[in-house]
């Protein structure tokens, strides 16, 4: 067994946690001393790209921050979830158990309830309530998003300890309007006018917009009170698996 230093483990300390997010609200939360925020756009490509830039020596974890889909229909908008594991169609990853329970133990927040669960990764994003249904049953996972699998695969290949929080954005019962989905831009941004033009072409989309962007300013609020105790929990840990 190779014996760990206390310069060693100083120097370790001393690099940055990665911390992947897909839109820019949240990597504007997510920002902070001792971490290096980057965003995908919610483009998986794009963030295989990104990911195969770092030096895996040059981190010394990595979370995965952001929103999800509810798939688990007991979950509502603002919970939040501590991955238990990532599953995804080509591959299954646990997530470091000392960093997901220092997560997971700080209090909760209000209304923002705080679980354990499994989150899925795909691809595409999850519009409809009979598409979240068949990935529930199929995978068993409580949540959705399109970049924690990109990065727990990363973290493994490289050694890394992983963790991801995500909180409920659109809750299983929810179908997330198409119009929305098509609207972000390559920098992580809404395009306002893409969706004024889809609201004017289709405008019985409008009452399903509106409870969208209720339920995502309801996740992004759950971000933000939970962001301020993100650092205490990486403090309480030294990432170890």
Not at 123 to 151: C, F, N, P, Y
Not at 198 to 226: C, M
Request: charged share 20%; with cysteine.
């Amino acid at each position: 067994m190779i014996e760990t230093t206390g310069e060693d483990a100083a120097q370790q300390i001393e690099k940055p946690v990665l911390i992947v997010t897909g839109l820019k609200q949240e990597a504007r939360i997510a920002a902070g001393p001792g971490l290096t925020v980057i965003c995908s756009s919610s483009n998986p490509v794009q963030l295989r790209e990104m990911m195969m830039s770092f030096d895996p020596a040059s981190i010394r974890g990595i979370v995965s921050f952001g929103v999800a889909g509810g798939l688990n229909p007991a979950l509502r908008s603002g919970d939040i979830v501590i991955a238990s594991e990532i599953i995804a169609s080509k591959g299954r990853w646990l997530a470091a158990e000392a960093l997901s329970q220092a997560l997971y133990g700080l209090p909760e927040q209000g209304a923002h309830r705080i679980v354990r669960g499994v989150l899925a990764g795909v691809e595409e994003v999850v519009l409809g309530q009979t598409a979240k249904a068949a990935l529930r049953s199929a995978t068993g996972a409580d949540a959705v998003d399109m970049e924690s699998h990109i990065a727990a695969r990363y973290a493994a290949q490289h050694s890394l300890p992983f963790a991801a929080l995500r909180v409920i954005s659109d809750p299983a019962h929810r179908a997330l309007p198409a119009i929305a989905a098509a609207a972000l831009k390559a920098d992580g941004n809404v395009d306002v006018w893409k969706v004024m033009r889809g609201i004017a072409r289709s405008p019985s989309q409008i009452r399903a917009l509106v409870h969208s962007g209720r339920d995502f300013n309801r996740a992004l609020r759950g971000l933000r009170s939970y962001r301020s105790r993100l650092d205490g929990a990486m403090a309480m840990t030294a990432l170890g698996r």
